[in-house]
């Protein structure tokens, strides 16, 4: 079946400016998290939906990060007035529930110039 | 807080030889992930371990678990140069997080 989709696949943008990365879970799974990896680097929590109930939100790293998910599906990650240090790829990775095996989209490389 | 630490960090061998990737964490979890990430691609899950003693197997290489000592490994045999990658572990933390290890590069000289 279809795996995590996520778009675009790279996108460049100026400092200061809003960018929207999408990510489409594998269908019936209620768990989304979105991550970020710096060049060479591990991966950084950023936010955790599970179901309806309330996301984790504990590790975006400012107010300039907030995400949505729509109808327990999709999910949009959105940074506001992009910083350089924003760059890394960012990956959404989806489950059938927190405690069971996360499968990684391709990710979206930002690139803040 | 759970930690995890992987060594080495960066690891190049020849093919044909056997290695073993370590994966320590610092408190209690319950489950192991070993991925495997391509150069400029995502990661592709290996192993899930979910029990003290666990072992799986796949092709050349052989995961392992032990919960008491708070260490997982991830054992090469007779590398070939397809095995290049970056491998990371990850301990179960919480309810759903996973903590991440700073991953292994592995290269794998023919």
């Known amino acids: 079946g279809a795996g995590v989709s996520q778009s675009p696949s790279n996108k460049v943008t100026e400092k200061g400016k809003d960018v929207e990365l999408r990510c489409d879970p594998i269908?019936?799974?209620?768990?989304l998290y979105w991550y970020r990896q710096s060049l060479g680097q591990g991966l950084e929590f950023l936010i955790y939906?599970?179901?309806?109930?309330?996301?984790?939100k504990s590790g975006l790293p400012s107010d300039r990060f907030s995400a949505e998910r729509t109808g327990g599906s999709v999910s949009t990650l959105t940074i506001q007035r992009t910083q350089q240090e924003d760059s890394a790829v960012y990956l959404c990775?989806?489950?059938?529930?927190?405690?069971?095996?996360?499968?990684f989209g391709p990710g979206t490389r930002l690139t803040v110039l | 807080e759970l930690k995890v630490e992987q060594n080495p960090l960066f690891l190049s061998m020849q093919e044909g030889k056997n290695y073993t990737i370590y994966c320590n964490y610092s408190?209690?979890?319950?489950?192991l992930y070993w991925y495997r990430q391509d150069p400029g691609k995502s990661l592709e899950s290996l192993f899930v371990?979910?029990?003290n003693g666990a072992v799986k197997q796949e092709g050349r290489l052989m995961a392992s678990l032990d919960t008491k000592a708070r260490l997982s490994t991830l054992h090469i045999t007779a590398a070939v140069h397809d095995l290049s990658a970056t491998y990371f572990c990850?301990?179960?933390?919480?309810?759903?997080?996973?903590?991440w290890g700073a991953g292994t590069k592995l290269i794998i000289k023919p």
């Open positions: 990850a301990a179960f933390y919480s309810n759903y997080q996973l903590i």
């Open positions: 408190t209690t979890s319950d489950r």
């Open positions: 371990l979910l029990s």
């Open positions: 939906f599970q179901g309806n109930s309330a996301p984790d």
């Open positions: 990775a989806s489950s059938l529930a927190g405690r069971y095996e996360q499968f």
């Open positions: 269908s019936g799974h209620t768990a």
